[in-house]
Nanobody, 125 residues
Framework: QVQLVESGGGLVQAGGSLRLSCAAS????????MGWFRQAPGKEREFVAY????????YYADSVKGRFTISRDNAKNTVYLQMNSLKPEDTAVYYC??????????????????WGQGTQVTVSS
């Protein structure tokens, strides 16, 4: 089992920044990769970013490329999502997720084994 707890969400004006954190506990040594997803009201959960637990491979959705940065601190078992130049359309509940194996898909929610409870990000115009 892997437990994930997100934090760092809040209300910010357009153009502002937030940093989300995802603290992992449990079988973290077995974690292969971590992802961030988001879900806006009435919409499906969508992929945001992915990082390998070891190594430096990252991958981003086109909608956030150049504005968001995913990183990790293995010593703290924590993954971060630095969000800059935020837009109202970034408003959503943000979830982190963990996969214990090479994911069949890093952009699909079904490719992940564990999920956090989510943190709300609201960007005002």
């Amino acid at each position: 089992q892997v437990q994930l707890v997100e934090s760092g969400g809040g209300l910010v004006q357009a153009g502002g920044s937030l940093r989300l954190s995802c603290a992992a506990s449990g079988r973290t040594a077995s974690t292969y990769g971590m992802g961030w997803f988001r879900q806006a009201p009435g919409k499906e959960r969508e992929f945001v970013a992915y990082i390998r637990w070891s190594g430096s491979s990252t991958y981003y959705a086109d909608s956030v490329k150049g504005r968001f940065t995913i990183s990790r601190d293995n010593a703290k078992n924590t993954v971060y999502l630095q969000m800059n130049s935020l837009k109202p359309e970034d408003t959503a509940v943000y979830y982190c997720a963990a996969t214990l194996k090479v994911p069949a898909s890093i952009i699909r929610a079904w490719g992940y084994d564990y999920w956090g409870q989510g943190t709300q990000v609201t960007v005002s115009s």
